[in-house]
Structures are given as C-alpha cells and as structure tokens.
C-alpha cells in the first residue's frame, strides 16, 4: 500500500482549561479517500480537522505529510458558510486568492471554473441574503476549491439543511470529488451521510477523542440514489451504529433505511 499523504501518529490535544479534547489518536490517510469521522458531540472530529490544517497546537504527538512536504495545499470548509454579506458571489469566491495576492483579472478563470463547479452560474452577482441556505454552502465550497486544493477538509458542511438538500449536496460532492480526485476527510454526525459519502468511516469517542473503529465501505463508485435503499447501504448503517453504541456514542438499534431520516 502506497504511503499515506497524512499521518496523525499519538495526538493528543489538552485546553488550557484541562479538558482532554483528544488522546493517543492514530489515524492514517491515503491519496483520493474519503474519509469520514463520525462520533458524538465533544470527540474532537472538529479538533483533528483544525490540527490538520495547522490552526492549532497539539499537546503531543505529530502529524507527518506523506510527501516530505510541511503540509500540503489544502482548503478548509466550515460548519457555517460565514459570507460576507456585503460582497457578490463572485467576490465571495475570490476571496482567497485576493489574500494571495491574485489580481482580480488574474483570478478571473479559476473563479469562473469554481462557479461552475459548484451550478451557480448564473448568480454571480448575488449577494448572500439573495441566495438560500443550500447555496450559500455551495459558495463556501467553490471559495475552497478556487484555490485548487489536494486536501479538502470539511467539518459538518450540510448539518444545518433541510433533508432534501443535504442529499443533492452529497451527491453534488461526489460527483466533485470523482472528478477532482482530492483527498477529502469529512466531519460528520449523521450515519446515513457518512456510508452515502465515504470510502472509510471512522468511528471516535469522546472523553477523550479516540479512534475506537474503522469501517471501510466497500461500495463501488459512482454512488447514486439507488445505494440508499439498498441492503447493503443498510448493513453498513448498522454495522456503524453498533460501533458508535460500544463507544458510547448512540444506540445500536438503528431502524430500518427511511429517506426521511437522510438529514438528521
């Protein structure tokens, strides 16, 4: 097996206020996977994404690049879609390479190439009250991939929308992911989600953070509505809830497939 682009070898991760957010976590990620993690409120999924992207100290252990590289190009996508209200959606996107220092005409094409990535052609020049919860995401997605990442990091980007969108949002992501091959590891709350998306769920505790399990989702891609209903998607839903129920996370007697409960 090829060496992982990232590695997270012992981490450990304690708030000043002594609050043990991770402990002892290994976790190993290879070029193109999807990862998933999955785990009750206060595991530290949302901490491991921050220590990945270098927006926090750990308290011990390392994290290595599999390439020699102190970190490679990645983008970061938020719980919220924070905007700036003020700004259009083209000037939303373009954010991050004027931060680089890319002048507006030089930004012009990968700004153009993320809208269209992301189907909002057509609202450019929309402000942020214009547009709906779905498409405020995919904005803060397209101001992450305008600066063309290996690594996308995702912390709970659907959790705040409706059943409906969140389901046309993963299967817009996949599509995305297919095409652009990045490495993608994922925060996420909803079991239903995380089989629907990922190659490798993995399952954590809190108090501490900890990876208690690790199931690789052996479905072919490219994913589409039929895999929801499907006994296989079912067999792994539970097969996770179990997991999440050993450590503590949930119950176990997770209900047969619904639609309804693609969302929650």
């Not at 252990?61 to 083209?90: C, H, S």
């Not at 389901?167 to 652009?180: A, V």
């Amino acid at each position: 097996m090829p060496q992982p682009v990232i590695t997270l070898a012992d981490v450990s991760k304690v708030y000043a206020n002594g609050t043990i957010a991770l402990e002892a976590l290994d976790l190993s990620v290879h070029a193109g996977e999807f990862v998933s993690l999955l785990g009750p409120s206060g595991c530290g999924k949302s901490t491991v994404l921050r220590l990945i992207a270098g927006l926090g100290q750990m308290s011990n252990g390392q994290i290595y690049w599999g390439d020699g590289q102190a970190r490679r190009k990645l983008a970061f996508v938020f719980q919220e879609a924070a905007l700036m209200p003020w700004a259009t959606v083209q000037e939303n996107i373009y954010l991050p390479l004027k931060l680089a220092g890319l002048s507006q005409r030089a930004a012009a094409a990968s700004v153009a190439e993320a809208i269209e990535l992301v189907d909002l052609r057509g609202f450019e020049r929309a402000y942020p009250r214009e547009l709906s919860g779905g498409m405020k995401m995919r904005v803060s997605i397209a101001r992450a991939l305008v600066t063309r990442p290996d690594v996308l990091l995702m912390d709970e980007p659907f959790g705040a929308l409706d059943e409906m969108t969140r389901s046309r949002l993963n299967s817009d992501l996949l599509n995305l992911w297919s095409q652009k091959h990045w490495t993608v590891v994922f925060v996420t709350h909803n079991i239903y989600e995380a089989v629907y998306l990922s190659s490798r769920v993995v399952v954590m505790a809190a108090r501490p953070g900890r990876v208690v399990a690790e199931v690789a989702i052996d479905a072919p891609y490219p994913r589409t509505e039929d895999f929801r209903p499907s006994l296989l998607f079912n067999d792994y839903c539970r097969q996770i809830s179990a997991a999440l129920a050993e450590a503590g996370g949930q119950s176990s007697h997770l209900p047969a497939f619904d639609p309804k409960l693609i969302g929650r």
